[in-house]
């Protein structure tokens, strides 16, 4: 379906061949709490069109990780790998990684303030 595909290894359970593998950290994810230790993985393997639409259908309703085409966990570090230039996107910017990259979770990395009552 897509122009790359991506071999994956997320822990000797997890791992195979997805055309997206998405990694999303705490802060942003709406199924973890900001505290935990760890980035949700996720790795999306559509077959056709019609899985892809059945993917679209799903996420526009926020429901993307219910669907059966996503294989979904939680982390400290995902490899990925390619034949080709893995295209990455990290914060909206695309960024040249080559054909193979570890990402990591840092406990820490990071302070990110935010106000007790958000001004609306």
Not at 28 to 48: G, K, P, W, Y
Not at 55 to 78: C, I, M, P, Y
Not at 80 to 104: A, C, H, N, W, Y
Request: charged share 20%; aromatic share 4%; glycine share 4%.
């Amino acid at each position: 379906m897509f122009d790359t595909t991506i071999q994956y290894s997320i822990s000797p359970e997890v791992s195979g061949e997805a055309e997206v593998v998405a990694v999303i950290c705490p802060l942003v994810s709406q199924q973890m709490s900001d505290s935990e230790q760890a980035l949700e993985a996720a790795a999306i393997d559509v077959e056709n069109a019609a899985e892809l639409l059945g993917l679209a259908t799903t996420a526009a309703f926020g429901k993307w990780r219910d669907d059966e085409s996503v294989t979904l966990t939680r982390t400290h570090q995902v490899t990925v790998q390619s034949k080709k230039d893995i295209p990455l996107f990290l914060d909206g910017e695309r960024v040249k990684i080559g054909k193979e990259t570890e990402i990591s979770f840092v406990p820490n990395a990071v302070n990110v303030i935010v106000p007790k009552n958000p001004i609306s």
